[in-house]
């Protein structure tokens, strides 16, 4: 079994910066896409950002330019780190962790941004 767990949500008013981080421990084998996910209230969980296992970093249009996912595959921990921050990136982001073709995923922090 593999356990995800997140820190370093809070709260925070527009423009500022948060950093998560999220690791995933157990019985790690080999991980690969390591990520974020953001569900707000009344919306679906949907993508925020992705890492894969050699380094290669995706992200929802909404965020590109002001996040920056990062790995270390030492440690299978990655960080976001969210600047400039808007009211309407507050949700509770969730962690994910791949490891032969199962997502493990963390229980959520919670970012409030506030205006």
């Known amino acids: 079994q593999v356990q995800v767990v997140e820190s370093g949500g809070g709260l925070v008013q527009a423009g500022g910066s948060l950093r998560l981080s999220c690791a995933a421990s157990?019985?790690?084998?080999?991980?690969?896409?390591m990520g974020w996910n953001r569900q707000a209230p009344g919306n679906e969980r949907g993508l925020v950002a992705g890492?894969?296992?050699?380094?290669?970093?995706y992200y929802t249009d909404s965020v590109k330019g002001r996040f920056t996912i990062s790995r270390d595959n030492a440690k299978n921990t990655v960080y976001l780190q969210m600047n400039s921050l808007k009211p309407e990136d507050s949700g509770v982001y969730y962690c994910?962790?791949?490891?032969?073709?199962?997502?493990?995923w963390g229980q959520g922090t919670q970012v409030t941004v506030s205006s």
């Open positions: 994910y962790a791949y490891q032969r073709g199962q997502r493990y």
């Open positions: 890492i894969t296992s050699g380094g290669r970093t």
């Open positions: 157990g019985s790690i084998f080999s991980v690969n896409d």
